[in-house]
Nanobody, 123 residues
Framework: QVQLQESGGNLVQPGGSLRLSCVASGRWSISNDIMAWFRQAPGKEREFVAYITMSPGYAKYSDSVKGRFFISRDNAKNTLYLQMGSLKPEDTAIYYC???????????????WGPGTQVSVSS
């Protein structure tokens, strides 16, 4: 059983940057997993943000974050990251990390989820 825990969420001004982390624990290595970030804004359904495959780490992004966000992983630290830049108010959401053995943008593929971390973008 794997536990995922996100951190790094905060209140940031438009145009700012933030880095989220997701640590996997519970005697589980993420090195062979697909790892992803999703988000859920108030009153909206949860949506795909980005995923990254195992080495060499192919990444896919949603159109709404492409060019602004960067997903990466450190398998030695069992940690997933999301570097977010040029943040907009519409990026405000709870951000979740998730793991899967299948690469995809649907949350149905993902078996384990963290509790989420709040990102708020506002002046």
């Amino acid at each position: 059983q794997v536990q995922l825990q996100e951190s790094g969420g905060n209140l940031v001004q438009p145009g700012g940057s933030l880095r989220l982390s997701c640590v996997a624990s519970g005697r589980w290595s993420i090195s062979n997993d697909i790892m992803a970030w999703f988000r859920q804004a108030p009153g909206k359904e949860r949506e795909f943000v980005a995923y990254i495959t195992m080495s060499p780490g192919y990444a896919k992004y949603s159109d709404s974050v492409k060019g602004r966000f960067f997903i990466s992983r450190d398998n030695a630290k069992n940690t997933l990251y999301l570097q977010m830049g040029s943040l907009k108010p519409e990026d405000t959401a709870i951000y979740y990390c998730a793991r899967s053995v299948v690469a995809g943008i649907s949350e149905e593929y993902y078996e384990d989820w963290g509790p989420g971390t709040q990102v708020s973008v506002s002046s």
